[in-house]
């Protein structure tokens, strides 16, 4: 039932005690792990309008960054026994984990945490968790602090 | 790890597809279900100030249907090898469910249907399971419609 996961992360604490629970549907019959991480867009122009230096050298460097973290959880994944697939993508992240909900057939749960890096965005115009649980249509597993 | 499941319903459809999950967490190890249904206050008032009639004889009629419609899940959940505790409440479903999550201990995770029987409050007031999600500290499996 729990066959087919999308774990979509942004690399925070409560993203990665998520994976202790997506470890225990290993036990429990889950195969498949798809982590995708989505690089937040409206982050990145922010970063381009005010950062000294050349916009294109800092994408890549946050793109680095996030293939090195992305790494390391595809590899525990790994250890544990599951397929792994991960994608690293740049958009509004509730946009990105939506589209690849549909992209990916048969997901059977997505599994993510309740609050992201950004506290403060989270406050004022909702978690990402909270979003996608509201217009994604498999069931979803949010995961707390 | 979800060997204590809390499983607040309204008796709604989604609520009741939720079932199938819980099943299938059973197989996966679980234990226990505690099953709550919350008479909201609320929709209690409104039938107390427009309905014609004995306002103690509709509460009645009230809990006598919820103690018939949750023995039923009772039942199908006791066949299927789980410990149950059911429990009717009359309150704020919200605040009930995150007061029986308290007071249970070692909640395990909570399973709730997406959205509940009254689609329009749910929709300029957001649904209780969003709600839930956003205030309790259990993991929580939100089932779609």
């Given at each position: 039932m729990f066959k087919k996961i999308l774990y979509p992360t942004?690399?925070?604490d409560v993203s990665?005690?998520?994976i202790d629970y997506i470890k225990q549907l290993r036990e429990r019959g889950s195969e498949t792990?798809?982590?995708l991480h989505v690089i937040n867009q409206r982050g990145m122009q922010a970063i381009e309008r005010y950062?000294?230096?050349?916009s294109i050298e800092i994408e890549q460097r946050i793109m680095d960054d996030a293939?090195?973290?992305?790494k390391v959880i595809e590899d525990e994944l790994k250890k544990s026994?599951?397929?792994v697939k991960s994608m690293i993508k740049?958009?509004?992240p509730m946009r990105e984990i939506l589209k690849a909900e549909e992209k990916e057939e048969n997901v059977s749960v997505i599994v993510i945490g309740s609050h992201g890096k950004s506290n403060l965005e989270d406050i004022f115009l909702g978690s990402v968790s909270e979003k996608v649980s509201r217009k994604c249509k498999s069931p979803v597993l949010i995961v707390k602090r």
């Amino acid at each position: 039932m729990f066959k087919k996961i999308l774990y979509p992360t942004d690399f925070s604490d409560v993203s990665k005690k998520a994976i202790d629970y997506i470890k225990q549907l290993r036990e429990r019959g889950s195969e498949t792990v798809i982590v995708l991480h989505v690089i937040n867009q409206r982050g990145m122009q922010a970063i381009e309008r005010y950062a000294s230096g050349n916009s294109i050298e800092i994408e890549q460097r946050i793109m680095d960054d996030a293939k090195q973290q992305i790494k390391v959880i595809e590899d525990e994944l790994k250890k544990s026994g599951f397929k792994v697939k991960s994608m690293i993508k740049t958009g509004i992240p509730m946009r990105e984990i939506l589209k690849a909900e549909e992209k990916e057939e048969n997901v059977s749960v997505i599994v993510i945490g309740s609050h992201g890096k950004s506290n403060l965005e989270d406050i004022f115009l909702g978690s990402v968790s909270e979003k996608v649980s509201r217009k994604c249509k498999s069931p979803v597993l949010i995961v707390k602090r």
